[in-house]
């Protein structure tokens, strides 16, 4: 068989950068193959190198919420560059995008704005150690919040209040500092707590996990956060960098009337362009410098091109009827694959909130995935590649993990999602799939 020219383009890659990736995600280690090229996207689509199309479930890993190319984000964005790529000074721009945030997230008086959602969740919590004089700050295992040192931490069996680092190269020391503690479990998170009541500066949570596949907040989880970081004195840090304009147009907080201490945002809030965020109330943001002494700076920061392509993209999402519209086809996406998925006898999770949803594979019917731990036990791997492999040949591109989550954007119109739940049918026809039955 001839070469395809992603294959032949990934040869070269992997010469010059590790893996021929510049994120890992984006190799296909986990579903095998080598991973895609892409050339040029298009609303829903993507091309790559060989000329396939795809309809594209990935979307960059959440932040093209309108789809890849929209004429206003292009258009914000060319403006922008012929004005001039960076100043390293104030612009307009950073206070447009500054004021839609403020806006939209009522615990959010004051923002910063960043270049990654890794600089916002690291400045979340040097921020928070700053304003509370604590040095521990607690996740939950699984959860994922950038690539800082001090997040590069799971659970290990046993180990669920001492922090072991999970990449090499993490000091000991800082990992120690890290505490994780089982998603919607409260209880755990008490006892936490109560070993050490004076340590614990925040306590950082994605609402909705979404590096783990998809694990949604159990009845009242969320509110027990809160009030276990309130009678605690610790901040809650909501991690909305996927869930923020993804999950609601008033992120993960809004869905669930929370005011959490500090927010994180990233993804979408940059439209395809480098952008983060945190921000929170006006008595903790006031520390950051200049205004106070907790240090935390950019070249890049609030980049006229990022701003005008975030900008571009939250005014479009607010558009009345917008949101809404591209929530109600993922939801008939999702029901629709959990539909066949029952029918066929394929045991599925199936999870969507906003313009994300998820699936499991389960490798035993009748499994709840409810955290970290039930994520890594039940989630059936083999049968995500399998599925993956059998999408892709149809033009259908979801995350190579079956620890990721899909995407929709107000560019998948209903005809897509017809498409996408015929390919689902075909694909969960194969035997491999359907293997371990629902029952
Ligand atoms: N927080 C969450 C919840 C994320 O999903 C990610 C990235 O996927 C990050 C933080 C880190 O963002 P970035 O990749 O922009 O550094």
Redesign the pocket.
């Known amino acids: 068989m001839r070469m395809r020219e992603s294959e032949r383009l990934w040869e070269k890659a992997k010469q010059l950068m590790p893996g021929g990736v510049n994120?890992p995600?984006r190799s296909f280690r986990s579903v095998g193959g080598a991973p895609l090229f892409m050339a040029r996207g298009e609303g829903p689509y993507l091309w790559d190198v060989d000329g396939n199309r795809y309809v594209d479930f990935v979307l960059s890993?959440?932040p093209l919420a309108l789809g890849h190319a929209h004429p206003a984000v292009v258009d914000a964005v060319t403006a922008a560059a012929r004005g001039g790529t960076s100043f390293g000074a104030n612009t307009v721009g950073e206070t447009e995008l500054a004021d839609l945030l403020v806006q939209a997230l009522p615990s959010v008086d004051l923002v910063r704005l960043v270049?990654?959602?890794?600089?916002?969740?690291m400045s979340a919590a040097r921020l928070a150690r700053a304003y509370t004089s604590r040095d521990k700050v607690v996740k939950f295992a699984g959860?994922?919040?950038?690539?800082a040192d001090m997040y590069l931490v799971k659970a290990g069996s046993g180990a669920s209040t001492l922090g072991l680092p999970d990449s090499p190269g993490v000091p000991q020391a800082m990992a120690a500092d890290t505490l994780t503690a089982p998603f919607n479990d409260l209880p755990a998170l008490r006892s936490l707590f109560a070993a050490r009541p004076d340590d614990i500066a925040a306590v950082i949570v994605?609402p909705i996990m979404?590096?783990m596949g998809f694990i949604a907040p159990e009845d009242g989880f969320l509110d027990g956060l809160q009030s276990l970081c309130r009678e605690y004195g610790a901040l809650l840090i909501f991690?909305?960098?996927?869930?923020g304009f993804r999950v609601g147009l008033y992120g993960a907080q809004g869905l669930w009337g929370i005011e959490p201490d500090l927010t994180?945002l990233?993804?979408v809030i940059g439209g395809g362009l480098?952008v983060?965020a945190y921000g929170g109330r006006a008595a903790v943001m006031e520390m950051v410098a200049p205004s106070g002494p907790v240090y935390q700076a950019g070249t890049l920061a609030g980049n006229p091109l990022a701003t005008a392509a975030g900008t571009a993209t939250i005014r479009a999402l607010m558009e009345p009827g917008v949101f809404p519209a591209a929530s109600a086809r993922a939801r008939r996406l999702a029901d629709g694959i959990a539909a066949i998925a029952q029918e066929r006898g394929v045991a599925l999770q199936v999870g969507c909130e906003g313009t994300v949803f998820g699936l499991f594979f389960l490798n035993e019917p009748g499994a709840r995935i409810v955290d970290g731990e039930s994520a890594r036990r039940y989630a059936d791997t083999e049968r995500w590649a399998r599925f993956f492999h059998l999408m892709l040949e149809q033009g259908f591109y979801f995350a190579p993990s079956q620890f990721e989550v899909a995407f929709l954007s107000v560019a998948h119109d209903d005809e897509i999602v017809a498409a996408t739940l015929e390919a689902v049918e075909r694909a969960f026809s194969d035997p491999a799939l359907r293997m371990r039955s629902a029952g």
């Open positions: 994120s995600v890993w959440g270049n990654s959602g890794t600089e916002a969740t959860g994922y919040h950038g690539h994605e979404a590096n991690d909305e960098v996927i869930t994180c990233g993804k480098p983060g």
